[in-house]
């Protein structure tokens, strides 16, 4: 293995991870508390029912949106192929 | 991106913008009396003869074509095409309903589809892509090696995909039925030659261009409704930034409405007519004949007095459609009794989450909640139609690219879907509660001819009381249009965007069962020296096979046939995410380890829903076997335990086999380099 491709490796993992879990205690830790977070009001609607309507899919949108961007610099300063 | 528009991009603008004329041509032949009927007869042929334009433009005879489009489909287009082909029947016409009944609970599924997204980007897309095969099973075939496990990836593919397909025509002839009042089983063949113009001259890159085509008909015909309902409650034809406001009212009303005496008197009915019910199913076979013999007493009483004929006959079809033994007996009283015991229940208030009265419900609640949106993400990330779709694009960050778009387009349907919900519960709440049932609105009693929507004055004072009133799910998005007043091209606008949907998903699963038998099965294993023309041959036959099968099955009306489809999630999820992810980040993973993982995985799921659901299964003699559910999860989660113990098995058993040697240049190919790296 290439050194190079190692280090492109260890960070797409440590990214990959990063990201993971930050989607892990969005959906599951914050949405235990959901109950709770209803108690509070945002654009007129409590603010758990909305972060699982609205507020949710656009972080996931945006989280896919971080890793291309990322993912894109990382291809480019290691030089990989994307065919 | 948006700068400069590609040529294609400019084509689907073009048809785009003939398909917004056609529905402004038919609304203005409406107002000159064009019937409703030639409406839905106008949408049904507009849209499939497009849809066979597209699939007959891009036959081909090329293999890679047939497969994986070329690998030249666009990020955005695959995106769109991928939002298609992942909105089936059940998120068009279900899960508007599924908000409705259930409130914040059924946000779950909004989650579940779409959290799911986050996993195939991060974890598979890239990686399937720069592997560069075909199919799912071809990598867990390369990744792990042997024809086993290739086997099992193509018997769960199969299982999972062909429940799913069956629904989606199912669909097609539920909407064909209602809105150019085909027959049912007539509207069947109907969709599944609607399915074969697509896919069968074109495979994936027919499938492609028209599930594109598709994707546009289904967004408008999803949004137009709820934003013209919307414009017409709150001045504001944006529906999902407007609806806290009427979520709010809806609240207000629920404070006000939920425990009037006449709403708590209809519940204390409904519970004193499941106590009957519990009492006779308790009684039988003895409560059965006592009731058979008590009407033919009357009868006989009323024949000899001077009755009227007809009376005397209304009771003797009442005696003739009594349940003939104990066992339809039990079957029906029991329906019956639970359908009593949920209108007995104090209805939930749209916003709570987790509600329950006391700690311990909420927690099951709480619990089940977070089980089913793990379950859908992971299940989205594991079925293989949708997987496969990464295949298509022409470079990886492409592939990355298109989930992006992938999310997007899907998001707009299901960042509509809530609103949906909210302004028909406001609807129901301030024009049909408490309104005399002889005055209510007249899509009511339209729906209620069809059986989609029950009334029943429970305790006879002429008032509807919610508890009183029943809807089935569909006729949400279904009865919209006429719930806002709006003229009947919308409805068909609905009826097309329905068939969109269930066409497209129909297409991509008809496709990778295909190519699972064709590709995997027969090309791989039987006859790797089959030449590309026979290749074609033997897809393009079974392509037939299978859609006649699916829409023979889906003619019978099966009817668990929803809930069979959220099983397929689980079944998928275990089978597929734990190989698959630890294929491509753990080099440890053997084939020995992917093998028992994938089996046992998928086969505790099975287990699962089996011992839940069902108490008995006849044909295989074993009967009395229901189980409690273990943590209170429903049998829609199996997939909590199934992927768990996937994951389990994979590692336990990787560790004790010896390690492949093959695997870490497999994956130094697929994580960083291209051909040269994969040996």
Known sequence: MKPSSDAYWRQTKRLTLTLLVLWIVLTFVMNWFAREFNDFTFLDFPLGFYMDAQGLLLIYLAIIWYYNRRMRQLDAKYGIEDK | ?679
């Open chain 2, 1 to 679: 991106m948006f700068g400069s528009l590609t040529k294609l991009q400019r084509y689907y603008l073009y048809y785009t913008a003939s398909f917004l004329a056609f529905i402004g041509a038919l609304a203005v032949l409406e107002q000159h009396g064009m019937p409703p009927r030639w409406i839905g007869y106008a949408f049904l042929f507009f849209t499939i003869s497009m849809y066979a334009v597209i699939g007959i433009m891009s036959r081909t005879s090329d293999v890679s074509e047939y497969y994986v489009a070329g690998r030249s489909v666009p990020a955005f287009f695959n995106g769109m095409a991928t939002g298609a082909d992942w909105m089936s029947a059940a998120s068009f016409i279900g899960l508007a309903g599924t908000l409705y009944l259930s409130g914040h609970q059924g946000l779950a599924y909004v989650i579940g589809w779409t959290g799911g997204f986050v996993l195939v980007a991060l974890l598979l897309a890239p990686y399937l892509r720069r592997f560069g095969e075909y199919t799912i099973p071809d990598f867990l075939g390369a990744r792990y090696g042997g024809n086993a496990i290739r086997l099992v990836a193509v018997a769960a593919a199969i299982l999972a995909s062909f429940v799913y397909v069956v629904a989606q025509i199912y669909g097609v002839g539920v909407i064909t039925s209602r809105f150019v009042s085909l027959q049912f089983e007539i509207g069947v063949f109907v969709g599944l030659a609607g399915i074969l113009v697509c896919s069968f001259l074109g495979g994936m890159r027919a499938v492609t261009w028209t599930q594109v085509a598709q994707y546009v008909i289904l967004i408008i015909a999803y949004i137009t409704p709820v934003a013209i309902l919307s414009y017409n409650v709150t001045g504001n034809p944006v529906p999902q930034l407007v609806y806290g406001k009427v979520l709010q009212e809806v609240g207000r009303l629920e404070e006000r409405l939920f425990d009037t005496p006449a709403e708590i008197e209809v519940r204390k009915l409904y519970r004193e007519r499941a106590d009957l019910y519990a009492q006779k199913i308790m009684q039988l076979p003895h409560s059965l004949s006592h009731e058979r013999e008590q009407l033919s007493q009357r009868i006989n009483e009323m024949k000899n007095s001077d009755t009227q004929m007809k009376d005397i006959v209304a009771l003797e079809k009442q005696r003739r459609d009594m349940p003939h033994d104990p066992e339809q007996a039990k079957a029906r009283w029991e329906s019956a009794m639970f359908s009593a015991v949920d209108r007995s229940k104090p209805p939930i208030h749209h916003a709570e989450a987790f509600p329950g009265d006391d700690a311990e419900q909420q927690l099951i609640q709480r619990i089940n909640f977070l089980a089913l949106i793990f379950c859908l993400t992971v299940g989205t990330a594991a079925l293989p139609h949708v997987l496969t779709r990464y295949y298509t694009t022409p470079t990886v960050s492409q592939a990355r690219d298109s989930v992006f778009w992938s999310l997007l387009f899907i998001l707009l349907l299901y960042i509509t879907a809530p609103a949906y919900a909210v302004f028909a519960k406001y609807e129901v709440l301030s024009h049909l509660v408490e309104i005399p049932i002889a005055k209510l609105p007249g899509w009511v009693a339209a729906w209620a001819k069809v059986g989609l929507v029950s009334i029943e004055d429970i305790n006879a004072d002429g008032i509807l009381q919610i508890a009183e009133l029943s809807m089935n799910p569909d006729v949400i998005v279904l009865a919209t249009p006429e719930i806002a007043g709006m003229p009947y091209v919308v409805s068909g606008l609905v009826a097309a965007g329905g068939l969109a949907a269930a066409l497209s998903t129909a297409d991509g699963l008809l496709l990778t069962i295909t190519t699972a038998l064709s590709h995997d099965v027969y090309y791989r294993i039987v006859r790797p020296d089959a030449s590309t023309q026979l290749r074609l041959v033997i897809s393009k036959s079974l392509l037939l096979v299978v859609a006649v099968l699916a829409a023979t099955v889906a003619a019978q009306k099966p009817g668990t046939i929803l809930s069979m489809v959220a099983w397929a999630f689980s079944i998928a999820g275990s089978a597929f995410f734990p190989a698959l992810v630890l294929g491509i980040f753990w080099n440890r993973a053997t084939r020995a380890g992917a093998l028992s993982g994938m089996l046992v995985g998928s086969l505790l799921s099975i287990y699962y829903i089996l011992r839940v659901e069902f108490d008995s299964i006849p044909w295989l003699g074993i009967s009395g076997f229901n189980m409690l559910p273990w943590f209170h999860v429903q049998s829609t989660s199996a997939g909590l335990f199934g992927v768990l113990a996937g994951f389990l098995t994979i590692v336990v058993v990787s560790l004790f086999t010896k390690p492949d040697p093959q695997a870490s240049s497999f994956l130094q190919g697929i994580r960083c380099s291209n051909k040269e790296g994969r040996a």
